[in-house]
């Protein structure tokens, strides 16, 4: 299979894509469009032997919306009605998830965003902000001693950190020296617990497993 550039006036949305990218999410994918069409070459629209989208429903939305007349296109022409429906379900699925920690330290946050990313949990929070609220998250433990404590230490993106991360259901918290005004900049991913709560939680999902 080849990348082909059609008239986008050629191709078909398909009405039996279940996929919507509604209001300001696809408003950042018309943005996304406009200011690096050269994603749409490197990962162009799927479309089977009929120029109906199998890949791409909401792209080539917003590609009309972004003004577009042509676009590049793959054509699945070998697949069957069954690999079809199967192919639009699994484009659509995300089987990976995001290191927030990694992204809270390495990444521009407000430029991820602008890209279409959603920062998890704080975009309703958002939302419903009303005028000089902002947002808490629960701060992370202090250590205070004498306390026994657990200190959980593994390499980010590591399989032991993903199993940890779901065993625990480890959740984002706001860290020590959180700067007021920066609502995510100062969070990470908890990693101190007492015994008692680590021992609680890692028994609980134990027992449901």
């Excluded at 919507?20 to 994603?39: A, G, H, Q, W």
């Excluded at 902000?129 to 230490?153: A, T």
């Excluded at 199993?163 to 020296?177: D, F, P, S």
Aim: glycine fraction near 4%; charge should be negative; charged fraction near 35%.
């Amino acid at each position: 299979m080849k990348t082909e550039i059609l008239p986008i006036s050629k191709i078909k949305n398909n009405p039996d894509n279940p996929r919507l990218v509604k209001d300001d999410k696809f408003d950042k994918l018309v943005n996304s469009i406009k200011t690096f069409p050269e994603m749409l070459k490197i990962r162009p629209i799927v479309v089977n032997k009929d120029f109906i989208v199998l890949g791409g429903n909401m792209r080539l939305k917003a590609c009309r919306a972004a003004g577009l007349k042509e676009i590049p296109i793959i054509q699945a022409s070998e697949l069957t009605e069954e690999q079809q429906r199967e192919f639009i379900i699994k484009d659509n699925v995300g089987f990976g998830e995001w290191d927030w920690e990694l992204i809270n330290s390495e990444w521009d946050v407000d430029k991820i965003e602008s890209w279409g990313l959603d920062l998890p949990e704080l975009e309703e929070q958002i939302d419903n902000l009303e005028d000089g609220e902002e947002i808490e998250f629960e701060q992370s433990l202090q250590l205070e001693p004498p306390s026994e404590y657990i200190l959980i230490m593994a390499k980010p993106n590591s399989e032991e950190w993903e199993e940890l991360k779901e065993k625990l259901k480890l959740k984002i918290v706001r860290k020590g020296g959180y700067k007021k005004g920066s609502a995510f900049d100062a969070t990470s991913i908890e990693r101190v617990f007492t015994w008692d709560e680590f021992n609680k939680r890692y028994n609980a999902n134990s027992d449901t497993e």
